[in-house]
Each structure stands twice: as C-alpha cells, then as structure tokens.
C-alpha cells in the first residue's frame, strides 16, 4: 500500500539554525499538509499546499516557516533560526482530494538544542 | 466556532467492544475521519464517512449523523494492541484534532 514518507526521522539541531524537513507524499496525491506535535499535546496543523502554493495556514506558521515542492515528488518544510519551542514530531500528510481523508507519514522528531 | 468533544479515557478488557462517541462543531464539514495514534507514533488513518451511517472496516467501524453532528468509532474483539489514542477528526481543508480518547485495554 502507498504510504507518505518523511526523512529524516529524527534531527538534532543547534538553536538559530535553518532546518529542512523533506516528505514525499503518496504519488498520485495533489494535496499536502504539515502538521506538528510537541511532545505530550495535540497534533496541531500548519500548512496545506495544493498546485504550488498554500491553500491554508494556521497561526502557527508565521515568517519562520515556508514550504515547497522543489520536485515532482518531495514537499519540504524549512525552519528558519530555530527556537528551543519548535522542537515537536513533524508530520506530513497528503490526500488526493481535500475531501478525502489524509495520510500521514511516520513523522520527523525535531530537537532544538 | 469550532469545538470536538470525546472522552479523555476509556477502559475495556480484552476481547471486549468499545464505543467512543465524538461530537463536533465545525465551520467547513467534508466528513469524520478516525486517527489511532501510539505514543511516539504517527496518526495512522482508521476510517472515514463522508456520509451518514455506518463504515465497517475489519474490526472498526464509524458512524456519523451530520444532523446530530456526531459520530462513533466502533471495536471489536478488542486485542491489546489496539491500547492508544483516538481522534475523531472533522475534515475539512485541513483536520482539526483534539485531545483524543486514550484506550486503556485490560487482560
């Protein structure tokens, strides 16, 4: 079964560093999201992307954040001058229409050090 | 606004069934999908309705009245790996997760 894929699955950081967390989402999928977990709380969403450009944003995703879809295949999420709070499990998920469920990926544990 | 309601725990034995009930209010409404979530895991995708009734998925099953805004997730023969999180998630443009209802599983 096709499944999201997230690399990589774990990232140790140094605080004020730029991150880059990559997704390939499911192959014939056209929508795509980011969502973030810290540690204990509830998933909460940040971004959905859809024909190369953002269809939605929380209040979360501020100018520290941008996302991309350099290729046909990757969906990346850029972290720019970390902070000691971002660091959370990063999830991607994708689906073929935004009415139809979404499928996450194993998720990248971020650590801001 | 928007708010979703779901007992914070639940505890059943093994073999047993389970129903964990969800209400929401939303702003956009597509359909209530069901997340299982381990700790340190991902949300894994359970089930979907688009429409009201029930979907039977194996040993899970969902329903959902649109009316009611409510739905239920549904296990059967409740085995201990089944012991994690769930989240009824009102899709939209995007999913809004709430606490979740922890699963405890007795032998």
Redesign the interface.
Known sequence: EPEVTQTPSHQVTQMGQEVILRCVPISNHLYFYWYRQILGQKVEFLVSFYNNEISEKSEIFDDQFSVERPDGSNFTLKIRSTKLEDSAMYFCASNADSNQPQHFGDGTRLSIL | GQSLEQPSEVTAVEGAIVQINCTYQTSGF??L?W?Q?HDG?????LS?N?LDGLEETGRFSSFLSRSDSYGYLLLQELQMKDSASY?CAP??????????TRLHILP
């Open positions: 597509y359909g999908s997340y979530q895991g991902a949300p894994t995708f979907y688009a989240f899709q939209d443009d995007k999913i809004i997760f709430g606490k979740g």
